[in-house]
């Protein structure tokens, strides 16, 4: 996928802007303060639904403004029913996005949608960012989005079945907080239980499909880790008993507490490494790494199956990786034909020396500039 253009009307500082990225590497610089990571934020939101830096009413809308509005136009291959690329040829598509940070308006491709889900399935964006440390060292809520943005690209059957589990635990925890009685419970166990031995199997085999890319991915970017692994927890012990019996176990916990403490909901996975206790030992930059590699083999993934690179951004890369490993992260991505968007205060360090292409845009006074 490569973004061709994008509009931000009332993104943060920008009142309007446009920029038309190139489709290899393009580098925003600017100062401090002067909207670099706005631009990233934008074209996030247009695969996220929320910034990396929060949702949309914690800040995202120009202060003073009734709502935000990005558009963006991308080129991406022409692919079948089944998936699989027809024949190298490209299609353009359009999304827009109006958001109040409460009410929302969106458009694909000349038309509106009803779910925001549908636009935001459309557009891939993988981000790195000063944040992206807490996919390793963070709270398991934001390991289980990973696996089920992930997922919701690459696996059509799996968004109804994370609907299906959400509705179900809604339920089943209000009928807890009501003291409901067995019978009552009894139904909506059996459909959690159902929906969440799915939920969990897609993760487990998604999680799978990443560790080889993510174990290469390691040893390139930090060999000194040794070897690594993926391990999954499903949120109860699933190798002595199926969820269905989880949920029954609990019941009476569960009812006192008011909420259902086992699950999908609960799950987590982790990094093993084979030269360290655990991810506490990681240094902060290696924990960086870490989370890098598992992001890259998230887009990795996604090429496979969808046939065309997500659209990678790079926030602030010279200041979150050192020299030698931006060079080995810049020339791994070119070579497999991403469309990269990176930004700093200055040109970083690996590409103010060296042969590599690159279009320069410079953020400054509310305005980006094609250098
Ligand atoms: N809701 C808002 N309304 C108006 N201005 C805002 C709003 N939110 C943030 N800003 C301003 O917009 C700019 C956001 O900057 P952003 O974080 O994108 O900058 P940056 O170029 O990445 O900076 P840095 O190099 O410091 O990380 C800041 O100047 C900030 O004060």
């Not at 399935?121 to 944040?131: H, K, M």
């Not at 089920?148 to 079945?161: N, R």
């Not at 240094?283 to 969808?306: E, F, I, P, Y």
Request: charged letters at 25%; glycine letters at 10%; hydrophobic letters at 40%.
């Amino acid at each position: 996928m490569r973004v061709t253009r994008l509009d931000l009307r009332n993104v943060r500082r920008f009142d309007e802007v446009s920029i038309r990225p190139a489709s290899g590497l393009n580098v925003l610089t600017g100062g401090n303060g002067a909207g670099k990571s706005s631009v990233l934020e934008a074209l996030h939101l247009m695969a996220y639904g929320r910034s990396f830096r929060g949702r949309v009413r914690d800040g995202l809308v120009r202060s003073g403004a009734p709502a935000l509005e990005v558009f963006v136009e991308w080129r991406e291959p022409v692919t079948g029913s089944d998936g699989s690329v027809v024949g190298g040829t490209e299609r353009t598509r359009r999304a827009g996005l109006r958001h109040s940070g409460q009410d929302w308006d969106g458009r694909l491709d000349g038309q509106s949608i009803a779910q925001l889900g549908d636009l935001l399935s459309a557009l891939a964006v993988v981000t790195f960012e000063p944040g992206s440390h807490a996919l390793v060292a963070g709270s398991a809520d934001i390991r289980r989005r990973y696996l089920d943005w992930g997922l919701f690209h690459v696996e059509q059957a799996f968004t109804p079945v994370w609907r299906r589990y959400a509705r179900a635990l809604r339920q089943r925890n209000a009928l807890l907080k009501s003291r409901a009685g067995d019978a009552q419970l009894d139904a909506w166990d059996h459909e959690l239980a159902q929906a969440g031995e799915l939920l969990s199997g897609y993760r487990e085999t998604f999680l799978a499909r990443l560790e080889p890319g993510f174990r290469a991915l390691t040893g390139e970017l930090a060999p000194a880790l040794g070897g690594t692994a993926l391990e999954y927890s499903p949120g109860w012990r699933k190798h002595e008993l199926p969820l269905a019996d989880a949920l029954l176990l609990a019941r009476d916990r569960d009812r006192l507490a008011g909420f259902t403490s086992v699950g999908p909901h609960r799950a987590d996975w982790r990094v093993g490494f084979a030269s360290l206790p655990g991810r506490e030992a990681l240094s902060r930059g290696q924990t960086k790494l870490v989370a890098l590699s598992a992001l890259l083999a998230q887009a990795d993934h996604l090429a496979a199956v969808r046939g065309c690179w997500p659209v990678v951004a790079l926030d602030d890369l010279a200041s979150e990786l050192d020299r030698d490993h931006q060079e080995r992260v810049i020339d791994r991505l070119l070579a497999s034909g991403a469309q990269v968007w990176v930004t700093g205060t200055e040109l970083p360090p690996a590409l103010a020396a060296g042969d590599r292409g690159f279009s320069l845009f410079h953020v400054e006074h509310g305005r980006i500039e094609p250098r």
